[in-house]
C-alpha cells in the first residue's frame, strides 16, 4: 500500500471514533432530559438527512477539491454540530449537523482509495478501512458508553477551567465535549492526506445543473449490470445496520435490562465479527467474485430474527459476532466492486456521492417509519422482526435480479466482470 493509504486511514479511525462515540452521548442525553422516547431512534435518520438532501452537492464537490481539503473541512462542520449540542442546540438538529458533516467527508474518503491505488487492492483497501472504521465503531461506542458512566464522567466534570464556566454540567456533555479533541486530531491527519494526481473536476454553482449531473449519475450506476447488484446490496445492508446501530439500545434493556453504559459495551461486540471479516474478505476475496456473497445477504436477514429469543448474555456475544461476521464478508467485497464501477462510469466523488444518497436514504426511510412506529408503541422485538424479513426477502430478489442479469445479458456481464479483474488505471 502507499505511503498516503495509512494516513487517511489514520483520520478515518479517529473521525469515525468521535462519531460513533458522539451517537452514545446524544442518547445519553436525550434520556437524561425525558426526551419523547422516539427521539432516541430519530437519531439515524437524522444523520443520514444531508447524506441525502446534498448528495448532489458533496459528490461535486469532492471531485472539485482536493480531498484532503474536503475531509479537513467536513471534520470542522463535525465540531460545529457538537458545539450546537453543548451549547443549547436540540440533540437532534444538533446530529443532523454532524451528519452534514459525515455526508461531505464520506466521498472524499472513499473517493481518494480510487485515485491512490489500482482496482487489483480495491477490495484489500476496503477490507482495511472498513475493518479499521468497524474498529474505531467497535472503540467508539465502547468509549461513549464509559464517558457518560459515573467513573470516568466524575473525573471529566472534576476539571475546572480557571476564570471559565464552559456550562458543562452533566456525563453526556461531558462525554460531548470529548469528542471535540478527536475531531481535531482527525483534522490534524487530513492536512498530511497526499495530493494525487487526478485532474479536479469544475463544480458548477448552478443548483439544476448540479441535481441533473447527479441524477445522470444515479441513472448510470443503477443501468450498470454490476453497477446495481452491488449498489442494491450495499444500500440494504447498511440501511438495515444503520438503524440497528441505535435499535440495540433499546432491545438491550428490555432483552436484557441494560443501561444505557451497558447496552454500548453489548453494542461493541455486533461490530467485532464484522471487523474480523472485513478483514479475511480483503484477503480472499476477487473483485470479480464479490456477486457470489449475495445469499449471504439472505441468510443474514434470518439470523437477525434469533435476536428475539435472546435472553442471556452468554448467548447474545457469540450470536452478535457471527451476525456482524455476515454483514463485514459481504459488504467488504461489494463496495470494492461499486467503487470500481463508479470510478470508471463518472469519477470517484460523484460515484461515492450516489452510494451514499442511496444507503443514507434507505437509513433515512428506515428509520422514519421505525421511531413513527415507536411512537405508536412499537417494541424493538417487532423492529427487529421487521428489519430481517426485510432483508431477506430483498436479498433474494436482488440475486434473482443478477441471475436474470447473467442469463439476459450475459455478454455485458462477462465483459464487466473480466474489466474487473484486468483493469489496472
Known amino acids: 500500500m502507499k505511503k498516503g493509504f495509512y494516513t487517511i486511514m489514520s483520520a478515518q479511525f479517529f473521525s469515525s471514533l468521535a462519531d460513533n462515540a458522539l451517537l452514545v452521548g446524544a442518547i445519553e442525553l436525550l434520556k437524561s432530559t425525558n426526551a419523547p422516547a422516539w427521539q432516541v431512534p430519530a437519531l439515524a435518520p437524522m444523520f443520514a438527512l444531508f447524506y441525502v438532501l446534498l448528495a448532489p452537492l458533496v459528490g461535486a464537490f469532492a471531485d472539485a477539491a482536493p480531498k484532503g481539503r474536503v475531509m479537513f473541512i467536513s471534520n470542522s462542520i463535525k465540531v460545529v454540530g457538537c458545539l450546537m449540542m453543548l451549547f443549547g442546540g436540540h440533540p437532534l438538529l444538533a446530529y443532523a449537523i454532524v451528519g452534514l458533516g459525515a455526508a461531505a467527508y464520506s466521498p472524499a474518503k472513499y473517493g481518494i482509495l480510487t485515485e491512490l491505488l489500482p482496482p487489483s487492492q480495491l477490495v484489500k483497501a476496503n477490507g482495511w478501512i472498513e475493518g479499521l472504521t468497524v474498529g474505531s465503531i467497535i472503540l467508539g461506542v465502547l468509549l461513549g458508553g464509559q464517558l457518560v458512566g ?52 469544475p463544480m458548477s454553482i ?75 474478505a480483503s484477503m480472499v476475496m476477487r473483485l470479480d467474485k464479490a456477486t457470489n456473497l449475495i445469499p449471504l445477504g439472505i441468510l443474514m436477514g434470518f439470523l437477525m430474527l434469533g435476536l428475539n429469543y435472546i435472553t442471556s448474555l452468554a448467548v447474545a456475544i457469540p450470536f452478535l459476532v457471527i451476525l456482524g461476521a455476515t454483514v463485514g464478508y459481504l459488504v467488504v467485497p461489494m463496495n470494492a466492486l461499486l467503487q470500481h464501477r463508479g470510478h470508471n462510469l463518472m469519477g470517484a466523488g460523484r460515484s461515492i456521492a450516489v452510494q451514499n444518497f442511496n444507503e443514507q436514504a434507505c437509513i433515512l426511510g428506515l428509520g422514519a ?12 422485538f417487532g423492529a427487529i422482526t421487521i428489519f430481517g424479513l426485510v432483508v431477506a426477502g430483498v436479498m433474494w430478489l436482488i440475486l434473482r435480479w443478477h441471475q436474470r442479469n447473467c442469463i439476459v445479458h450475459r455478454d455485458e456481464v462477462e465483459r464487466l466482470l473480466a474489466l474487473a479483474r484486468t483493469d489496472k488505471h
Do not use: H
Not at 165 to 178: F, L, R
Not at 211 to 230: E, T
Not at 371 to 379: D, I, R, V
Open 150 to 201: 459515573q467513573r470516568l464522567s466524575g473525573m471529566l466534570l472534576g476539571f475546572d477551567l480557571p476564570l471559565m464556566d464552559t456550562g458543562i454540567d452533566t456525563a453526556p456533555e461531558a462525554a460531548i465535549a470529548s469528542m471535540i479533541l478527536l475531531y481535531i486530531i482527525a483534522a490534524l491527519f487530513n492536512l498530511r492526506i497526499p495530493r494525487t494526481d487526478t485532474e479536479l473536476q
Open 206 to 280: 448552478k443548483p439544476l445543473e448540479l441535481v441533473r449531473d447527479f441524477m445522470l449519475c444515479n441513472s448510470r450506476l443503477w443501468s450498470d449490470k454490476l453497477g446495481q447488484i452491488s449498489l442494491a446490496s450495499t444500500t440494504l445492508v447498511w440501511g438495515v445496520s444503520g438503524n440497528l446501530r441505535v435499535i440495540v439500545f433499546p432491545w438491550a434493556a428490555v432483552a436484557l435490562g441494560y443501561s444505557t453504559t451497558q447496552a454500548a459495551s453489548l453494542a461493541g461486540v455486533v461490530v467485532i465479527g464484522t471487523a474480523v471479516s472485513a478483514v479475511v
Open 369 to 380: 417509519a421505525y421511531t413513527a412506529l415507536t411512537k405508536f408503541g412499537m417494541s424493538a
